[in-house]
Structure formats: structure tokens, C-alpha cells
């Protein structure tokens, strides 16, 4: 069932654009912090968890903007506003003891579908899942790096696609900084739209994110 949920997940991620890994966290990591909101408020292991993190990163912290549950995050918020007082009461910074819940839910799901993709290969579903990921974008850098971290068997299609497509983005950044000289606007001009662009794609590639 897992295999079958994750099959499911990663085909639909890999029909978007941007990296499928990075749309797959994304969306689950909204997902995490909604049923956390509802349902771990109450749960005192969860709670002390949390506190002794000091609450999400401040990345994952912003997030929380965009929930409408107010007094689940209040409540959160409350216990680690306490720890600082306390500790600012000592004239001392205060010091968390945990992770941010989500940086480690992200690393977990991140290790579930490196594994599976690679694990896919030769599988009864191996030539669908190669399909539909040569067909996206495939991986950003940050989460192709951590592929051949987690498996030291990585499918050579899987490496020959990466290999290609982050040569060809070199490829058309070098052409798009060529072109970007003093007197060469007829040139660039030419670019297409993507092209002319490939400065963002090249950042998205390079940073990921969630």
C-alpha cells in the first residue's frame, strides 16, 4: 500500500513543474503542520517535543501564517515565548534541545521516495516510474546530491538524466551570460522566453526548497 501511495504521489508530482521531490515535501509538509494544528495540541509528548525544539525553523515558522487556527498556535507559541523569558530573565540565550517537527518530517519523506524511486527500478511498475520521471523536470541539486547519498545503486537512467539535464542548464546559462555582453542585444534577443529566464531556473535548481 505504501509503495502503491508513493507510486501515485510521485507520478502526479512529476506531471508539475519544478522538482517532483520538492512539490512531494511541499505538500506534505502543509499537510504535517495542518493535522499537527488539529490533532497534537492536546498530546503532551508532541507538545514537550516541540518546545524543547523551540518550535518550527524559521522557514517552516512562516507557514504558519497561513493557517486559520489561531489558538493551536497560540498555545504552541506560548510555551517556547516562556522558555525565552526565562532564559532572557538569566541574561543567557536560550538554546533548543530538539529539530524544527517539519526539517525532520522533510528528511524523512525525503529518504522514503529516494528509496522507493531507486527501489522502483526493475519492479513490476519500474518502466512507468522511468517514464514519468524523465518526462518532468526531475530532481533539483540539493535532492539529486542526496539520491546518491542515500544509494550507492543508483539505476543508470536515473543518472544519465541527471547528468544531461544539469549539463544542459550549464550549457544555457553560459549562453545567456554570453549573450548578456555590450553589444550583443540582437543575439539575445533571439533567446526564447525560457532562455532568457534560465537565470531563475539555474537559482531554483540550485537552492530546491519546500
Not at 507520478?11 to 509538509?29: F, W
Not at 525565552?84 to 541574561?91: C, L, V
Not at 544555457?172 to 549573450?179: A, D, K, Q, V
Request: hydrophobic share 35%; proline share 2%; net charge positive.
Amino acid at each position: 500500500m505504501d509503495k502503491h501511495i508513493n507510486f501515485i504521489e510521485l507520478e502526479k508530482a512529476c506531471a508539475k513543474s519544478g522538482c517532483p521531490l520538492c512539490t512531494i515535501i511541499s505538500e506534505r509538509a502543509e499537510r504535517y503542520i495542518d493535522g499537527m494544528l488539529f490533532e497534537h495540541v492536546s498530546d503532551r509528548v508532541f507538545r514537550k517535543e516541540f518546545r524543547e525544539a523551540g518550535g518550527f525553523c524559521s522557514a517552516h515558522s512562516q507557514k504558519l501564517d497561513s493557517f486559520r487556527d489561531g489558538l493551536a498556535v497560540a498555545i504552541l507559541s506560548r510555551d517556547i515565548l516562556e522558555d525565552r523569558i526565562a532564559a532572557f530573565g538569566k541574561r543567557r540565550a536560550w538554546k533548543p534541545k530538539g529539530r524544527c517537527p517539519v526539517c525532520v518530517e522533510r528528511e524523512r519523506i525525503e529518504k522514503e521516495y529516494l528509496t522507493f524511486l531507486v527501489q522502483a527500478d526493475g519492479g513490476e511498475n519500474g518502466k512507468a516510474v522511468q517514464q514519468f520521471f524523465t518526462a518532468s523536470e526531475g530532481f533539483c541539486a540539493p535532492h539529486y546530491a542526496k539520491l546518491l547519498e542515500v544509494s550507492k545503486s543508483v539505476p543508470r537512467w536515473l543518472t544519465s538524466f541527471h547528468e544531461t539535464k544539469f549539463e544542459e542548464l550549464l550549457r544555457r546559462t553560459s549562453r545567456f551570460i554570453e549573450l548578456s555582453a555590450y553589444g550583443r542585444g540582437a543575439e539575445f534577443a533571439r533567446l526564447s522566453e525560457k532562455d532568457k529566464l534560465v537565470w531563475k531556473e539555474l537559482a531554483r535548481n540550485l537552492r530546491g526548497g519546500d
